[in-house]
């Protein structure tokens, strides 16, 4: 979020701007060289999409929504990307009752 405010105002409806006009397209080398900047390793551009889906999943937002808000065709492709946390099905895996074998 610190990264997204600096770049508020910058331009008057684009939030990622190069040299004044909004950016269409990432290079693979802008993106390569970003991460090395950042030392960041073993991370792809699409690695962002699959962070995006899981925290809305994650949020509660409803695989349908999420499927028109990611644009897929399929709920299959909404559950590819989308991924619960470890503490987001715990607290599902603990709802059984438990039974005492004597």
Do not use: C
């Not at 409806?13 to 269409?24: E, H, Q, S, W």
């Not at 990611?70 to 619960?84: C, D, I, L, P, Q």
């Amino acid at each position: 979020m610190r990264i997204l405010l600096t770049r508020k105002n910058i331009h008057p409806i684009f939030v990622f701007t190069y040299k004044g006009n909004r950016i269409l397209q990432s290079s693979t080398a802008a993106w390569y060289k970003a991460l090395q900047r950042a030392g960041i390793r073993d991370f792809r551009w699409h690695d962002l999409r699959h962070t995006w889906a899981s925290w809305h999943v994650q949020n509660g937002t409803p695989l349908l929504a999420l499927q028109e808000l990611g644009g897929w065709e399929s709920t299959e492709m909404v559950r590819r990307y989308a991924h619960f946390s470890t503490d987001n099905l715990a607290k599902y895996a603990g709802q059984l009752p438990v039974f005492v074998v004597s």
